[in-house]
């Protein structure tokens, strides 16, 4: 610094003093600093700059350079570029930390490109998980074929991951959706990496042997948690071959023989998977079966269940044209009511819905689409619990309320209910397709927010803790002092669209029929549903954490801008001019009547 100082004396031989080249050699060297070394200081309440202790730990898990490429640039509209502009921040705060080995770009790919050229590009993303957005018009603006790609792709080790950035949820402005969507950044970004180094080292079960939704109806929500999970199907019908097949080796190794033997044997193969989906059994359940989830749990064992009380089909009602609903006799109500909830025997109705498709008389033409009570739009009940926080509507069809218990030891989380205009159908439910021409009184619809999905965390006693005989000679345990659980009264909450004809198979959430009948495509929010109960129960990197972060978004007032748009260019453009003036006007008069003297 020194030698610096002495040189610049030399060439203005003396004429600057040292503090002042000192500081203009500090500023320079800060300038310089600041080009290579990436830092801010985060001054904000919320701390929306600092990134989380989860995202830094999966950060240190990253060996090779994940490069993203984010398609969110050119000529976009301002919402756009505060979500662009985020982005860019949030990559560079994940760089802080990683290092070399998080790099990114920003592209605009449509740019100088055909009509042609363009929807190949956009059929491409479409086809590898990236959404695509049109802006919205407003109302001095003309129409426009602009389309943005608000996501990009993540290329690691050879793979390559999709990443998309703008959270749409219906009936939002798409202010609010940019808003809520520079919320949930660092957890999209921390997710990709996520999918990027996922080892599979935590193990899932989808259950079945009791008549459970097949592999084709949950392709799609295992498909997508097979990115994250070792997952796989687990019979847990003892009179099932195939359920004795599971654990038959370990029978013959351990030379004992008996059925407490094999019960042993099931619950330790069983406790080996971090989690369970009970996803829509249609079958009664034994005892020595209940016994063995029950000690699944008490082993620390988490479980996702989907579990209706009633059986209601769309298939029969279209077929009959009206049916009457019949309790399905699982025979787990009394497990459930000892956990907290009980799934009750009803329907719940609803008229904020989702609809089906009618033939219209004579056959012809495209089908309508009418609004079905009976396929209720449920949404969060606690909108900053990680887990629905930001969610749009889940799809439910068929689904029952949920009651919870008075259970001290257990905290009960409500996580979707009913909308305000809704109310309950006991058992036996006629469920007749005649009510489609009939306008819903709202005046009747006098139940609302009925809970249909609710999370369960705290104690856990054993529903056994005062049985005998089932116990001798197992391994048995009476309560699990930290366990959660979450109970869904809907199992098509988790099942995907299925085409008869060629096995094709829709994502979770899309409905095909309704996006035929509109033109566009109608996606629920179904599938983040169901990835955040499994990551909010089974993630060791913790990352749902993040989704809790609220980042206040200081922006102007819309209103005030409007009605107040002269005075504040003129305070703006004028005032600051008019101020100079002044200042030069009376400083020029004070100065003649100085010397004038």
Same mark, same amino acid.
């Given at each position: 610094?020194?030698?610096?100082?002495? &040189?610049?004396?030399?060439?203005?031989?003396?004429?600057?003093?040292?503090?002042?080249?000192?500081?203009?050699?500090?500023?320079?060297?800060?300038?310089?600093?600041?080009?290579?070394?990436?830092?801010?200081?985060?001054?904000?309440?919320?701390?929306?700059?600092?990134?989380?202790?989860?995202?830094?730990?999966?950060? $240190?898990?990253?060996?090779?350079?994940?490069?993203?490429?984010?398609?969110?640039?050119?000529?976009?509209? @301002?919402?756009?570029?505060?979500?662009?502009?985020? #982005?860019?921040?949030?990559?560079?705060?994940?760089?802080?930390?990683?290092?070399?080995?998080?790099?990114?770009?920003?592209?605009?790919?449509?740019?100088?490109?055909?009509?042609?050229?363009?929807?190949?590009?956009?059929?491409?993303?479409?086809?590898?998980?990236?959404?695509?957005?049109?802006?919205?018009?407003?109302?001095?603006?003309?129409?426009?074929?602009?389309?943005?790609?608000?996501?990009?792709?993540?290329?690691?080790?050879?793979?390559?991951?999709?990443?998309?950035?703008?959270?749409?949820?219906?009936?939002?402005?798409?202010?609010?959706?940019?808003?809520?969507?520079?919320?949930?950044?660092?957890?999209?970004?921390?997710?990709?990496?996520?999918?990027?180094? @996922?080892?599979?080292?935590?193990?899932?079960?989808?259950?079945?042997?009791?008549?459970?939704?097949?592999?084709?109806?949950? @392709?799609?929500?295992?498909?997508?948690?097979?990115?994250?999970?070792?997952?796989?199907?687990?019979?847990?019908?003892?009179?099932?071959?195939?359920?004795?097949?599971?654990?038959?080796?370990?029978?013959?190794?351990?030379?004992?023989? /008996?059925?407490?033997?094999?019960?042993?044997?099931?619950?330790?193969?069983?406790?080996?998977?971090?989690?369970?989906?009970?996803?829509?059994?249609? #079958?009664?359940?034994?005892?020595?079966?209940?016994?063995?989830?029950?000690?699944?749990?008490?082993?620390?064992?988490?479980?996702? &269940?989907?579990?209706?009380?009633?059986? $209601?089909?769309?298939?029969?009602?279209?077929?009959? /044209?009206?049916?009457?609903?019949?309790?399905?006799?699982?025979?787990?109500?009394?497990?459930?009511?000892?956990?907290?909830?009980?799934?009750?025997?009803?329907?719940?109705?609803?008229?904020?819905?989702?609809?089906?498709?009618?033939?219209?008389?004579?056959?012809?033409?495209?089908?309508?689409?009418?609004?079905?009570?009976?396929?209720?739009?449920?949404?969060?009940?606690?909108?900053?619990?990680?887990?629905?926080?930001?969610?749009?509507?889940?799809?439910?069809?068929?689904?029952?309320?949920?009651?919870? #218990?008075?259970?001290?030891?257990?905290?009960?989380?409500?996580?979707?209910?009913?909308?305000?205009?809704?109310?309950?159908? /006991?058992?036996?439910?006629?469920?007749?397709?005649?009510?489609?021409?009939?306008?819903?009184?709202?005046?009747?619809?006098?139940?609302?927010?009925?809970?249909?999905?609710?999370?369960?965390? /705290?104690?856990?006693?054993?529903?056994?803790?005062?049985?005998?005989?089932?116990?001798?000679?197992?391994?048995?345990?009476?309560?699990?002092?930290?366990?959660?659980?979450?109970?869904?009264?809907?199992?098509?909450?988790?099942?995907?669209?299925?085409?008869?004809?060629?096995?094709?198979?829709?994502?979770?959430?899309?409905?095909?029929?309704?996006?035929?009948?509109?033109?566009?495509?109608?996606?629920?929010?179904?599938?983040?549903?169901?990835?955040?109960?499994?990551?909010?129960?089974?993630?060791? #990197?913790?990352?749902?954490?993040?989704?809790?972060?609220?980042?206040?978004?200081?922006?102007?007032?819309? @209103?005030?801008?409007?009605?107040?748009?002269?005075?504040?260019?003129?305070?703006?453009?004028?005032?600051?001019?008019?101020?100079?003036?002044?200042?030069?006007?009376?400083?020029? &008069? &004070?100065?003649?009547?100085?010397?004038?003297?």
């Amino acid at each position: 610094m020194k030698l610096v100082i002495n &040189w610049i004396n030399k060439l203005t031989k003396g004429k600057i003093s040292a503090p002042f080249l000192l500081f203009i050699t500090c500023v320079l060297v800060a300038n310089l600093l600041a080009d290579v070394v990436y830092y801010r200081f985060d001054l904000t309440k919320e701390k929306r700059y600092t990134l989380a202790e989860s995202s830094k730990k999966l950060l $240190a898990k990253v060996d090779d350079v994940a490069f993203f490429t984010i398609y969110l640039d050119g000529e976009i509209p @301002a919402d756009y570029k505060r979500l662009k502009e985020a #982005t860019r921040d949030m990559l560079n705060e994940f760089r802080v930390i990683a290092g070399s080995n998080i790099e990114f770009e920003f592209e605009d790919i449509l740019k100088a490109k055909d009509i042609k050229e363009k929807d190949e590009i956009l059929k491409q993303f479409v086809s590898k998980g990236i959404e695509i957005s049109r802006p919205e018009l407003k109302a001095d603006e003309a129409p426009s074929d602009r389309y943005i790609i608000p996501g990009g792709m993540v290329f690691y080790k050879g793979q390559e991951y999709p990443i998309n950035l703008l959270k749409k949820k219906f009936g939002n402005s798409i202010e609010t959706d940019i808003n809520e969507s520079i919320e949930l950044l660092e957890y999209e970004i921390g997710n990709v990496i996520r999918k990027c180094v @996922a080892g599979k080292e935590v193990k899932i079960a989808m259950i079945s042997g009791h008549g459970e939704l097949n592999d084709l109806e949950v @392709a799609d929500i295992a498909n997508e948690l097979g990115t994250y999970y070792n997952v796989s199907r687990f019979n847990l019908n003892i009179n099932d071959t195939n359920c004795l097949k599971q654990v038959g080796r370990s029978v013959l190794d351990s030379g004992v023989r /008996g059925p407490q033997v094999l019960i042993t044997k099931l619950i330790e193969k069983l406790t080996t998977y971090k989690g369970i989906i009970i996803a829509k059994p249609r #079958t009664h359940f034994q005892d020595i079966e209940k016994f063995i989830i029950d000690q699944y749990v008490m082993n620390g064992g988490k479980v996702i &269940w989907l579990v209706e009380s009633l059986n $209601a089909e769309m298939d029969s009602v279209g077929r009959y /044209g009206t049916i009457f609903t019949y309790d399905y006799d699982l025979n787990l109500n009394d497990l459930l009511f000892r956990y907290g909830v009980r799934v009750n025997l009803d329907l719940v109705q609803d008229i904020q819905c989702h609809g089906i498709p009618v033939m219209l008389k004579g056959g012809g033409g495209k089908p309508d689409f009418k609004p079905w009570i009976f396929y209720p739009l449920v949404n969060a009940a606690d909108s900053m619990h990680p887990i629905v926080k930001n969610i749009s509507s889940v799809w439910t069809q068929f689904t029952s309320s949920i009651d919870t #218990t008075t259970n001290p030891a257990i905290k009960k989380t409500i996580l979707l209910h009913s909308s305000p205009y809704s109310r309950t159908a /006991g058992n036996p439910v006629n469920v007749a397709l005649e009510i489609l021409g009939i306008q819903p009184n709202p005046a009747v619809f006098n139940k609302p927010y009925q809970p249909v999905a609710v999370l369960l965390e /705290g104690t856990f006693r054993s529903f056994y803790e005062h049985v005998s005989g089932i116990k001798q000679n197992i391994p048995y345990k009476s309560k699990v002092d930290k366990n959660s659980m979450i109970v869904i009264s809907d199992g098509d909450i988790i099942r995907n669209q299925v085409k008869k004809e060629t096995g094709e198979i829709y994502p979770l959430g899309f409905d095909r029929f309704a996006s035929q009948a509109f033109g566009e495509p109608v996606t629920f929010a179904n599938k983040k549903f169901i990835l955040n109960c499994v990551d909010y129960l089974c993630d060791e #990197t913790n990352l749902i954490e993040v989704r809790t972060k609220d980042v206040e978004l200081r922006l102007l007032d819309k @209103a005030r801008i409007k009605n107040e748009k002269l005075y504040w260019q003129f305070l703006n453009m004028v005032a600051p001019i008019a101020a100079i003036l002044a200042f030069g006007f009376v400083n020029a &008069w &004070w100065r003649r009547r100085k010397y004038a003297m």
